[in-house]
Nanobody, 123 residues
Framework: QVQLIESGGGLVQAGGSLRLSCTAS????????MGWFRQAPGKEREFVAV????????YYSDSVKGQFTISRDNAKNTVYLQMNSLKPEDTAVYSC????????????????WGQGTQVTVSS
């Protein structure tokens, strides 16, 4: 059974940065696309970013393009989300996900979900 464990969330002031990590255990996900989603209070979960197993086929939502950077380290079975210039509207629970392809993950066709980590950006 695969488990995705996120870390790195917390409270940060507007304009600050955070780096989220998601590490897979149970089996290697080096052949999977991995991505991040977020869900703000009272809102639906939204796609944030995805990266293919080879490190290419990277996509971002329009709302975070140029602000967030996704990367992965297959040797560590870990995907990262570097979040810069954070705004209060970035406040949400961030969850990582793994799927067969980047397109699948973007569409929410996900094989595994993490439990989520809270990111709170104060104004």
């Amino acid at each position: 059974q695969v488990q995705l464990i996120e870390s790195g969330g917390g409270l940060v002031q507007a304009g600050g940065s955070l780096r989220l990590s998601c590490t897979a255990s149970g089996q290697t996900l080096s052949n999977s696309a991995m991505g991040w989603f977020r869900q703000a209070p009272g809102k639906e979960r939204e796609f944030v970013a995805v990266i293919r197993w080879s490190g290419d086929n990277i996509y971002y939502s329009d709302s975070v393009k140029g602000q967030f950077t996704i990367s992965r380290d297959n040797a560590k079975n870990t995907v990262y989300l570097q979040m810069n210039s954070l705004k209060p509207e970035d406040t949400a629970v961030y969850s990582c996900a793994a799927g067969r392809t980047s397109t699948n993950v973007r569409l929410g066709v996900v094989n595994y979900w993490g439990q989520g980590t809270q990111v709170t950006v104060s104004s």
